[in-house]
């Protein structure tokens, strides 16, 4: 997220209150956000990439993922779950992907 709207997500986050473009009332929200990254936060902390307040307002907990690089035995079974989806979805019979069969 670019730096200059990173006090607006925080404002919101702190004060529970947005307000839609081009009106002049507030409304009141209650949202959890769930926030991803693929570099190292403290890092863009430190490189002025990421708000050092918005950082720890959003480090609540944290969850590390190895990349999918490290664990190429679960893109099987991600692909499938994709297929499977996209078969419910758009009512469609996907059986295989590039030959291989699932």
Do not use: W
């Amino acid at each position: 997220m670019p730096i200059l709207l990173q006090p607006k997500l925080l404002r919101v986050l702190e004060d529970r209150r947005v307000r839609r473009v081009g009106s002049s009332q507030e409304l009141q929200v209650d949202v959890r956000v769930l926030a991803a990254s693929n570099q190292e936060p403290r890092k863009a902390v430190e490189d002025r990439r990421l708000r050092e307040d918005l950082f720890y307002r959003l480090n609540v907990f944290t969850v590390a993922l190895p990349p999918l690089r490290q664990h190429k035995s679960d893109i099987p079974l991600l692909v499938r779950a994709c297929i499977q989806e996209f078969n419910t979805k758009h009512n469609a019979q996907v059986e295989s992907c590039r030959g291989e069969t699932f």
